[in-house]
């Protein structure tokens, strides 16, 4: 799995990580800021947040027509100090709330612009360290792996959110609950604890800060590692490098084959980012979140869950070594890992109270943790020459969104519409549906995610490297601005009814993908 990659992957990778930690710390408890600071419901604080990632994930299509022009690397360098500058501002409180209020929105846009310049580009390195002939085969397997590198830093976000705001409020003299709950917990002190959670939710944002500072230092430090790859497609026409070389017919089928895939996956990522709104509602309002007991308190040990994603490669690392001592070292790796996580879940007391932003951490989990799954289970495909295209795996992520929301559909039978629950709560349902709607959705991002941005990478012609992967990003934030739709219907309509227009449009998105395969598979072999 790691075996013959470049070094420059794992310093891009683990420079992304760093930015991603941050960007998820602060997004674990985005839309819970909003609703304490300012009394925004859950549809004002979701379009806010749907208009925040259109725009971050926006951005990388101008950040790719840059960096075609004046090189990726540094857009780069650019988008890391732009995204520092944003975090700053963000941490800094005001004098007013509506002063707060703009200066939130100009940092948003700070953060937006950077991730722009950062996000599609860095991605443009990691592909341009496999056009290399004799690394091409492990192009795949490479994104794969700089997915799991992005998610590690995703994983330790929530818990790391939870560390900072829950000790504040204690001291402030308050316990955590809902914010929904507030005035029937604390009365006439209420507006004094939502000011105290909001100071403890900005405290994330002081961190989402520090970590973008050193993925900065990381990517700095490491960059005699991946330079030859921070080259444009001018640059290399200009020192006679060679490289693809296309016909303007190729060139023109392969960005219509391109701009077909990203139409389709608009629809996965309007489904796909519930996770940070209308699915963060459901754990705020009808997910048991008190004396969570037995086994069920292991989802919710963070040092647990990496203990046992740690433990899958571990695992694998047994079946994969070249030699007998390296199987068992693997082994006993393994087991220590297990007693490890069981450890840390005795240490827990029998009853366990978890918060809304702890589900955040479980998508990445599940990504870090079956990656090395998903690496092998294609890797053997490819040997026996039967590995599905990446247009066929697009198709089925879709698929198996549509399953993922299907899952919580099940769940939702039986329960009172946000409509007619109004500002109460119902926390009845077993954490598990949740944890299992994460685990399915998981899969399909890992059918869709990351072989999507190896597909673009290999098929985006030379001198569009950095526009295309900015489309591809372009795509994502179409599909962030549209997964404000089930906010905005979330006190209007039944909840089942919220849920059948998702998994209508990813059924629908996935069989266009399976129409439109030979397509898109002919005009990438030209």
Sequence with gaps: ?????????????????????????????????????FGWDENESGQVYAIFLAGLYFMPLFGGMI?????YGKCVSIGSIVMILGYVALSIPMATNQVDK?????????IAIGTGLFKGNLQVLVGNLYDDPKLSDKRDSAFSLF???????????????????????????FHFVPI???VVEFGSRSAEYLDTIAGGYRLCFIIACA???????????????????????????????PQQELTPQQTRQRMVALQLVFAVVIFFWMAFHQNGSALTFFADKYTQLNDITGINRMWFNIWSLVLIAVSVYTLFGIFQSDNRKGRIISAVVTLMLWAGAIAFYLQMPESFNAVTSDFQQFNPFFVVALTPISVSVFGALAKKGKEPSAPVKIGLGMLVAGVGFAVITVASAGLISP?????????????NWLIGTYFTLTVAELLLSPMGMSFVSK????????????GWFAATAIGNYLSRIPSALWNKIPLMANWAIIIGLCVVAGLIMFILRRKLEAATQD
């Excluded at 703009?102 to 700070?110: E, G, I, K, N, V």
């Design 1 to 37: 799995m790691f075996k013959g990659q470049p070094k420059g992957l794992f310093a891009l990778a683990l420079s992304n990580a760093g930015e991603r930690f941050g960007y998820y710390t602060m997004l674990a408890i985005f839309t819970l800021y909003m609703r304490a600071k």
């Design 67 to 71: 960096a075609d022009k004046i090189g």
């Design 102 to 110: 703009w200066a939130m929105f100009f940092s948003l846009a700070l």
């Design 147 to 173: 997915y799991m590198a992005i998610n590690i830093g995703a994983m330790f976000a929530p818990a790391m959110a939870k560390a900072m705001y829950m000790p504040f409020i204690e001291k402030s003299g």
């Design 180 to 182: 929904d709950n507030a």
């Design 211 to 241: 970590a973008h500072v050193i993925s900065f230092l990381i990517y700095l430090v490491c960059r005699p590692w991946y330079r030859h790859a921070d080259i444009t497609s001018k640059e290399a026409k200009a020192k006679d490098i």
């Design 419 to 431: 409509m007619d629950l109004g500002d109460r709560s119902q926390n009845i349902l077993d954490p």
């Design 459 to 470: 098929v985006a012609p030379p001198k569009y490297k950095g526009l295309m992967m900015g």
